[in-house]
């Protein structure tokens, strides 16, 4: 699959570097450049693209307000990409993909080119699945009726409980009590709010075991329980705290802001 991408800019030397930063991922296509938020959002209403790189500060209607602009339709994914860090909070709030700071590094462009295939996975993985039941409702109503009460016929695959062996014995540990996860190693300490619980296993292989819907990487040693969030704290450098229902505050680092955006939108 093709992404159809715009990139807009009022500096013309930003939007050559970026254009050739991108001609690396064979599947990223940039089918316009834009010079200013107006002609942005012209475009992105007659082109449609997939994806649309937007730098924040330009004269007259800015990156904040080309995503305004565009809300009447069903908007594009939006990467910002400025020379200004204060801007981040404002970018979790436009739901953006990413947030990369000019000269844009090689290293976070391909993370966020590789957020932005996920992102875009994601949403044909829903239509997909929209489509099905609409079959399903032609030719089997009453199963439809039950996936549309909320059943979920993937959400029985994840863990309920835990078993947590630790000085000697042996925990269970209800998922949905969890608050937050810290890696150490080949060791994961569990979190419950009241009590921490120590277990021998890897932070890949727990995340196997969690619903993503629920517990998401925060930081390259912490996962978090999402509906224990009860803050969004920004910090320095693009960085932010989540503040959880116990009053522990978890760091969020740079590379994993686009989970804020689920708190700020």
């Avoid at 904040?64 to 400025?82: A, D, H, R």
């Avoid at 947590?164 to 209800?174: A, L, N, T």
């Avoid at 819907?213 to 969030?229: A, E, G, K, M, P």
């Avoid at 978890?250 to 989970?259: E, I």
């Amino acid at each position: 699959m093709t992404i159809r991408t715009i990139l807009v800019d009022d500096e013309k030397l930003a939007i050559q570097g970026l254009q050739l930063r991108l001609e690396q991922f064979e599947d990223v296509e940039v089918i316009d450049t834009c010079s200013n938020g107006r002609e942005a959002i012209r475009k992105i209403k007659t082109e449609k693209p997939d994806l649309v790189f937007l730098d924040i500060q330009m004269p007259g209607f800015d990156g904040f307000s080309v995503v305004k602009g565009v809300m009447e339709i069903e908007p594009p994914l939006f990467v910002f990409v400025t020379a200004f860090e204060e801007h981040a909070i404002r970018a979790f709030e436009a739901n953006a993909v990413n947030y990369l700071m000019k000269p844009v590094d090689e290293d976070k462009l391909a993370d966020t080119v590789e957020r932005v295939r996920q992102r875009i996975a994601e949403k044909k993985s829903a239509e997909d699945a929209e489509q099905l039941l609409d079959v399903l409702a032609e030719v089997a109503p009453d199963r439809a009726a039950n996936f549309n009460e909320g059943e979920d016929a993937g959400g029985d695959r994840f863990e309920k409980l835990i078993n947590v062996k630790d000085r000697g014995q042996i925990f269970r540990v209800e998922v949905e009590s969890i608050e937050h996860i810290e890696a150490a190693g080949d060791y994961m300490c569990i979190y419950t709010g009241d009590n921490s619980l120590i277990l021998r296993e890897t932070m890949k292989d727990l995340e196997r075991r969690l619903d993503p819907r629920r517990f998401q990487r925060v930081h390259r040693s912490t996962i978090v329980n999402l509906d224990q969030v009860r803050q969004v704290k920004p910090h320095t450098n693009g960085e932010c705290f989540l503040v959880l229902d116990s009053g522990a505050e978890v760091k969020v680092s740079r590379s994993y802001r686009d989970v804020v955006a689920r708190f700020v939108h």
